[in-house]
């Protein structure tokens, strides 16, 4: 069974360009979670969904970000118009049910110039 | 207030020796409690998890949890060089079941 697949692995992006990360969690699993680390820094929440709902966006800025979990196909993070302290280590997460045991990805590393 | 803190380290051992982590959180109405590690340039993976008060031990690992003090730690016995990574403490929140992780603290064991 494949675990939690993310990509790209590394991505730059040069100011005021879109980053679009994609993500597909473990097969059965319909609980899809976004989080952002930076360096020497824990784990922020991002955003939480289900299978076509947004659950709850309430850790992902208001401007230039938004995600979805369409029906079919992976989990898509996009950031528009990217700035520097976008920069960061992007996890995606999945599970089966919502009690805290998570399986993450190996990670997207959003590098903007 | 941060929802749930970790002394960040690092914190060096020798092997062999016991690795202690402590961890505090402050929503008293959490129920559920983890341990994650996670190895430099990778992703978190669950080491631990803990619902009652009290020990639980898994392997080489103890969980400890301890309600009325908001208290949560994680001891690892006959530390080895591969236990050196940075262990994340998580909180699955009461009203939205929002899992929150501390910082991490990042743990180095000395051969």
């Known amino acids: 069974n494949a675990g939690v697949m993310q990509n790209p692995r590394h991505l730059v992006r040069r100011r005021g360009q879109e980053a679009r990360l994609r993500c597909s969690p473990v097969k059965g699993h319909s609980h899809v979670y976004w989080y952002r680390q930076l360096p020497e820094e824990g784990l922020k929440f991002m955003v939480y969904l289900q299978k076509e709902n947004i659950i709850d966006e309430s850790g992902m800025p208001k401007e230039r970000f938004s995600a979805e979990f369409p029906k079919e196909g992976p989990s898509i993070l996009r950031i528009q118009q990217v700035v520097r302290g976008d920069s960061a280590a992007y996890f995606c997460a999945s599970s089966q049910t919502n009690t805290g045991e998570l399986f993450f990805g190996e990670g997207s590393r959003l590098t903007v110039l | ?21 402590n961890c505090t959180y402050s929503d008293r109405g959490s129920q559920s409690f983890f341990w994650y590690r996670q190895y430099s340039g990778k992703s978190p993976e669950l080491i631990m998890f803990i619902y009652s008060n009290g020990d639980k031990e898994d392997g080489r690992f103890t969980a400890q949890l301890n309600k009325a003090s908001q208290y949560v730690s994680l001891l690892i016995r006959d530390s080895q060089p591969s236990d050196s990574a940075t262990y994340l403490c998580a909180v699955l929140r009461s009203n939205d079941y929002k899992l929150s992780f501390g910082a991490g603290t990042t743990v180095t064991v000395r051969a």
């Not at chain 2, 207030?1 to 380290?9: A, H, I, L």
């Not at chain 2, 914190?11 to 982590?21: D, H, K, Q």
């Open chain 2, 1 to 21: 207030q941060k929802e749930v803190e970790q002394n960040s380290g690092p914190l060096s051992v020798p092997e062999g020796a016991i690795a202690s982590l």
